[in-house]
């Protein structure tokens, strides 16, 4: 996976101090963790929810809000859940939103085949921090399955609220690092999460603006109108290797 980087954030953190601008390439529909397994909905779902594991920058799979696991005979998974996590409305993380979530996903028409090897009836909990669960065979790679975005958390308190006001996909709550504010066809806005759990980060907004121009896309990167491109076409990785202003990464996916 590429990405591309304005040197103008990395060299002076900007004017623009309070927001960081990155650009997608598709609308954003559905908010909804288990109802989409699209890259650029991804991109934004991993800034407001998070999972039991997740991948390290090595691609290692490691604890996010496990604190740690077990697993016995290769099937049987306990899962230890971080104490004083909060959602963005304000619930405390339970061993119960973990199996709520669970279900939701192994039920999910859209990704419920990633889960398929999970035995549903063995997801239990023990108490409010502890929970477990073992798949119909041994199966190393639930680990994994467990980084993906169909795996996150949710609030089961504010998911059952949304379903008889406005639905999850529109009014995401999560345990992420930046909260829900704003969906529209053009941009997905996003407000730091002053109460998470984990390091806050630098800006207090985070806003993806839709745009699948590419060189209207460059253009903003290089004139310091947004920080990175999230979702980079052949096209750009190829015009922007040879521009002095723009950093061009790559990462395993």
Request: with cysteine.
């Amino acid at each position: 996976v590429f990405f591309f980087v304005s040197c103008r954030y990395i060299g002076e953190r900007r004017n623009r101090k309070e927001t960081l601008i990155a650009l997608l390439e598709f609308s954003i529909v559905n908010l909804d963790p288990i109802d989409t397994n699209e890259y650029d909905t991804s991109t934004v779902l991993c800034e407001i929810y998070e999972g039991l594991l997740k991948y390290d920058d090595d691609m290692k799979v490691v604890p996010s809000l496990a604190e740690k696991w077990d697993v016995r005979d290769g099937m049987y998974y306990t899962f230890y859940l971080k104490k004083g996590v909060h959602f963005h409305n304000g619930e405390e993380l339970k061993a119960s939103d973990v199996k709520f979530s669970l279900l939701r996903a192994i039920d999910s028409d859209a990704t419920g085949f990633l889960f398929e090897r999970i035995e549903k009836d063995s997801i239990k909990v023990i108490n409010d921090y502890t929970i477990k669960l073992s798949t119909l065979a041994p199966d190393p790679t639930l680990p994994f399955v467990l980084c993906h975005t169909a795996a996150y958390i949710v609030s089961e308190k504010a998911t059952k609220q949304k379903a008889t006001e406005n639905s999850l996909a529109l009014h995401p709550v999560g345990t992420g690092p930046f909260k829900f504010e704003k969906l529209t066809k053009d941009e997905v806005l996003l407000s730091r999460f002053e109460d998470y759990h984990g390091i806050l980060p630098y800006f207090s907004f985070l806003q993806f603006q839709i745009n699948d121009n590419y060189h209207e896309r460059i253009e903003k990167l290089q004139n310091g109108k947004a920080d990175i491109i999230c979702s980079v076409s052949i096209f750009e990785i190829e015009e922007c290797m040879a521009k002095s202003n723009v950093q061009v990464q790559s990462m395993q996916s």
